[in-house]
């Protein structure tokens, strides 16, 4: 089945310890998307990627950082870890199109801060 | 600033009855609104969604209305059944792109008692 992988679910760094959160998509979507929920709060988007294109928000923090290098992975890296950045990040796919395609959503990857 | 609004955290409906889910928004340029349902342990899933020309849209026992002049709009769900029970999130979308770029609310729990 086509979908969006998340590795690993659960991760747990340092304070202080960059780590890289992983996403894969076998639906062949040009745009990937990374957010960050805490908890019963709203996802909130961190950036995007339109093909190699890079969007981000602009409160997004400059401790996260993305990389795209094909169509089918993204990742996350947050470069020092601090104990607010404990959250579950999503990845989401979508299709360009006549404009409303939806997302499609990983499973999430929590990640703990120690 | 929060554009999108789910005030209720929480919704406790017996099986069989109807299930309101209310979303709030503040910002007019919205002009697409999705739902999506999030179970434990998984991303969110597309359910139903509604184009700002249109104030009624249904799908099966799902109907999402849209009121603009009052920037409201409610997911019904009739006859609610124990298998809904899962987070509900309003994400509506700015107009402009192709894609889809989704703020979210908070998110409300839905549970549907046998």
């Known amino acids: 089945d086509a979908m969006v992988i998340q590795n690993p679910r659960y991760q747990v760094t340092q304070f202080g310890k960059p780590v890289t959160l992983s996403c894969s998509q076998t639906?062949?979507?040009?745009?990937m998307y990374w957010y960050q929920q805490k908890s019963s709060q709203a996802p909130k988007l961190l950036f995007h990627?339109?093909?190699?294109?890079?969007?981000n928000e602009a409160d997004t923090p400059d401790n996260f950082q993305s990389r795209r290098p094909n169509t089918s992975f993204c990742f996350l890296d947050i470069r020092s870890p601090g104990l607010g950045d404990a959250a579950m990040y999503l990845c989401?796919?979508?299709?360009?199109?006549?404009?409303?395609?939806?997302?499609?959503f990983g499973p999430g990857t929590r990640l703990l801060v120690l | 600033d929060q554009q999108v609004k789910q005030n209720s955290p929480s919704l406790s409906v017996q099986e069989g009855r109807i299930s309101i889910l209310n979303c709030d928004y503040t910002?007019?340029?919205?002009?697409?609104f999705l739902w999506y349902k999030k179970y434990p342990a998984e991303g969110p899933t597309f359910l139903i969604s509604?184009?700002?020309?249109?104030d009624k849209n249904e799908d099966g026992r799902f109907t999402v209305f849209l009121n603009k002049s009052a920037k409201h709009l409610s997911l019904h769900i009739v006859p609610s059944q124990p298998g809904d029970s899962a987070v509900y999130f309003c994400?509506?979308?700015?107009?402009?792109?192709?894609?889809?770029?989704?703020?979210f609310g908070q998110g409300t729990i839905l549970t549907v008692h046998p």
């Open positions: 989401a796919t979508s299709r360009e199109g006549g404009g409303q395609e939806t997302q499609y």
């Open positions: 639906l062949n979507h040009n745009v």
């Open positions: 990627y339109y093909d190699k294109d890079f969007n």
């Open positions: 910002n007019s340029m919205f002009d697409y």
């Open positions: 509604i184009s700002s020309i249109k």
């Open positions: 994400a509506p979308r700015v107009g402009g792109t192709s894609y889809g770029k989704l703020t």
